[in-house]
C-alpha cells in the first residue's frame, strides 16, 4: 500500500492473492488493507491538503503533464500488466492505458482554466466575486474491468481542482493501481497527497470513507447496488458524491440503416472487454426487415472471434473476471434458451485447450430475445448479443426506456431527423449515433436514473471536485 509517501505492508500484516483470470496462476501477495489503514490513509490526506491546494494550478498541471510522459512512455509494459491482471487482450489494454494517459494531459491543462465569476449586485456599494475551491480529500473506489483508465479518471480531476484522494482499487486487479501510483510518485506528487490502500475485504474501507468525516467528497464506479449502499451511507453525512454505476445499453438498428454496417459495429462495441464494461450494449433492437441481414453478419464475426489468454498473439477475447461472472451469464442464457430465444453461436462455457483454468464463456449470438427473459432486464456483463426484432408501429423508444438503467444508447440510422428524435428520446446521458465509441477524456460521462450521479471527464469531470465559494465586499 502507499501512504503518505510510503510503501508499506497493512496494519494486519496479511495478504491475498492478485490471480490471472486466464490460467487461475497467482501473480502476486498483495496486502489486505482495513479500517486502520484506510484511517492512516485519511490521516496523511488530510494533514497535506493545505499545502497541496495552495499549490499553484500550473504546478499541479505540470505533475499532471509529467505522469501523462511517464505512462505513454510505459504503455507498453502497463498493458501487459494489465492484461495478465485483468486478463483483456493486449490489444485492447494498450488502447485503455492510452485512454487513461488522455485524462492526465486534459487535466493538466484544465488545472489552469478553473474559472470564478463576478456578479452585480443590486447595492451600488456591494460587489459579488465567486471562487472555486478544492471539496477536500476525497475517497475513491474503482473497478476491475477497467483498471488503469478508471484511476485516472478520478485521480487526474481531483488533483488537478488541488484535492487530495485516498483510493481503494478492485481486489481482482491491485497490481494495476499500484503501477499507476508509482508513475505518480515518480512524476513529483508530494507525500501524502495520493494514497493507496488495498483490500480484499471492501467492506471495512468502505464504512471508513463514508463516515470519515474529514472525507469530503466519494466517488466510487461499480455496481448500482454498491454505489447505492455507499450513496445513503454518505448522505447521512452530507458528503459529496459521484456515482458510475451499471448500464443496459439499448442498440437500435432502423429499418434505413445498413444492417450488415450496424452488426460489425455491434460486434465490435459488444465484446469488447468480452462485454465487461458499463457501457456495453445489452439489447439490440433490429428492425424486421433487417433481422436476418444482421443477425447472419454478426454470428459470423462473433464466430471468428478467439477466446483465449490476452497475451497470446490472434486471441480477440479474453476471460471473465470470475466464476461467479460466468454463473451469470450462464443462467442468463440457458433462461432465454428455455423461452425461446435462438442460439446462433456460442451459448456455453469453453473448457478446451487449456481453457478449463481460466473464467471463459463462448463469445454469444441469441436472437428472438423478448422481454420477458432475464437477459432483457438484467445487465449481462458478459460476451453475448441478445437480438429483439421490432416492427413498423413498435414504440422502440418505449423498449429501449424499459428499463431503471440510464448509461449509454447506441443508434443506427441514415436519417438524420429520426436520429435527433431518438436522441431526444432515450433516456440515456450518452448516446452514440453511428458511432460505437461516443467517449473520450474530453467529453463527459455519466448516467441517468440507476446508472449514476455526476460526470466524469470534459470540463464538467472538473467541477465534481470544486466547491463555489461567495465573497460579498461592501466597498
Sequence with gaps: ???NGQWREAASNTHFTSSNPATGEAIDQIPAGG??????????????FPAWSGRSAYERSAILYKAYTLMVERKDELAKLMTTEQGKPLRAATNET??????????AEEAKRVYGETIPSARGDQRFIIFKAPVGVVAAVTPWNYPISMLTRKLAPALAAGCTVVLKPAEATPLCAIAVFKILQEAGVPDGVINLVTAEDP?????????????????????????KMLAGKAGENLKRISMELGG???????????????AKGASLVKFLNSGQACISPNRMFMHESGMDAFVGELTSRVERLRAGNGLEQGVGIGPLVNEAAVAKVERQVEDAKAKGARVMCGGHRLMDNGLDKGNFYAATVLADVTPDMLIYREETFGPVAAVVPFKDGDDVLAMANDTTYGLAAYVYTNNMAKAMRTVEGLDFAIIGVNDINPTSAAAPFGGMKSSGLGREGGHEGIEEYLESKTAGFSI
Design 1 to 3: 500500500m502507499f501512504i
Design 203 to 227: 467492506k471495512p474501507i468502505g464504512e471508513v470513507f463514508t463516515t470519515d468525516e474529514r472525507v469530503r467528497k466519494i466517488t466510487f464506479t461499480g455496481s448500482t447496488a454498491v454505489g
Design 35 to 48: 479500517a486502520e489503514d484506510a484511517v492512516a490513509a485519511i490521516d496523511a490526506a488530510h494533514a497535506a
Design 248 to 262: 443496459h445499453a439499448p442498440f437500435i438498428v432502423y429499418d434505413d440503416a445498413d444492417p450488415t454496417h450496424a
Design 98 to 107: 492510452q485512454y487513461a494517459a488522455d485524462f492526465l494531459l486534459w487535466y
